[in-house]
């Protein structure tokens, strides 16, 4: 037997083992530190998305209170937020939404829940549009209720009262144009009610080019 021949064979052997072994840790090193960037670049989007959700998310618009007594924020998208507690004078104006009163018809609970939209997105732009043009007339509102009409009026499938800090109350139709609304609002209440302001009991724009008011 050639022993040179045998030892060197042995020594090719052995350089290919530790060839090997020594990729195997290369590779598995690789494996770590790719798997490290992952979750490292994972908590960084995480930490972005939080970040932007807490930039994003808007301040209360409303308060809706359910048949249990449970009140919710409303943001101004309509969408039911966090819980409220029970004020004794809301700080925002109380939102009063047929969504309660359909599902207590249909027999259901008048459960709701953080994500439930209460508004619908023709009836979050009008309010809007509304509060803007309102900031005039010296007047805060402290309650909303969204009345549903039945299908066969002419007039709209929806009314909406406003109810004032002051006692009194507007009807009005979302069928309208709410800068219109506002301007026939603040013309009557200079021109024609004026001083009798404190005796308003309620004023009626459902209908174009048409003004009814009640004094006390």
């Known amino acids: 037997m050639d022993l040179n021949a045998y030892y060197k064979r042995k020594r090719r ?8 072994g020594f990729l195997l840790i290369l590779s598995l090193a690789a494996l770590i530190v790719w798997g490290l960037s992952d979750v490292l670049n994972t908590i960084n989007v995480k930490q972005i ?9 808007t301040p209360p618009w409303l308060i ?5 007594n449970e009140c919710f924020y409303v943001n101004a998208d309509g969408v039911l937020e966090e819980k409220a507690p029970n004020f004794s004078e809301n700080p925002l104006p109380e939102l009063i939404s047929p969504a309660l009163r359909r599902r207590l018809q249909r027999g259901e609970q008048g459960d709701f829940s953080n994500g439930d939209r209460i508004l619908s997105q023709p009836n979050v732009t009008f309010l809007k549009v509304f ?3 309102i900031q005039n007339i010296k007047g805060a509102i402290k309650k909303i209720e969204i009345v549903d009409l039945p299908a066969n009026l002419q007039a709209g499938n ?14 009005a139709s979302f069928e309208l144009p709410a800068e219109q609304i506002a301007q026939d609002l603040k013309l009557l209440l200079d021109q024609k009610i004026g001083q009798d302001r404190p005796r308003l009991e309620y004023v009626d724009l459902r209908f174009p080019d048409k003004a009814f008011y009640k004094l006390r």
């Open 158 to 171: 929806q009314e909406v009262k406003f109810f004032f800090q002051e006692g009194w109350f507007l009807l």
């Open 13 to 20: 052997r052995t350089a290919v083992f530790k060839l090997a």
């Open 131 to 133: 509060f803007i043009e």
């Open 64 to 68: 809706f209170c359910s048949d249990k």
């Open 49 to 57: 998305f939080t970040k932007n959700e807490a930039q994003i998310k």
